[in-house]
């Protein structure tokens, strides 16, 4: 069993900057692709960005290019997500998750197995 476990978000204002944290451990993140997804209330689970398991690709949900960022440590086992610029409508759960094959060209939950336990992050003044 793969197990993640994400860390660093919190309340910011609108226009503020967070960074998640998602850790692995018993397992070595190398192989895998890892995607951060997000979960508002009543809305249904979205993919916001994924990388690669080398990390020389990533994909982006429209609503967050050019504000968030991936990227991955595979020598701290740890992959990170930047969020920059940040909105109110951005206020949701954020889980990151893995998979072994090329789910980060999709970036869809469903193509994700392994899976954190998320950390929420509210944008409001």
């Known amino acids: 069993q793969l197990q993640l476990v994400e860390s660093g978000g919190g309340l910011v204002q609108p226009g503020g900057s967070l960074r998640l944290s998602c850790a692995a451990s018993?397992?070595?993140?190398?192989?895998?692709?890892i995607g951060w997804f997000r979960q508002a209330p009543g809305k249904e689970r979205e993919g916001v960005s994924c990388?690669?398991?080398?990390?020389?690709?990533?994909n982006y949900a429209d609503s967050v290019k050019g504000r968030f960022t991936i990227s991955r440590d595979n020598a701290k086992n740890t992959v990170y997500l930047q969020m920059n610029s940040l909105k109110p409508e951005d206020t949701a759960v954020y889980y990151c998750?893995?998979?072994?094959?090329?789910?980060?060209?999709?970036?869809?939950?469903?193509?994700?197995?392994?899976w954190g336990q998320g950390t929420q992050v509210t944008v409001s003044s």
């Open positions: 998750a893995a998979d072994s094959g090329s789910s980060w060209l999709s970036c869809t939950p469903a193509d994700f197995g392994s």
């Open positions: 018993k397992f070595t993140l190398d192989y895998y692709a």
């Open positions: 990388i690669s398991s080398r990390g020389g690709s990533t």
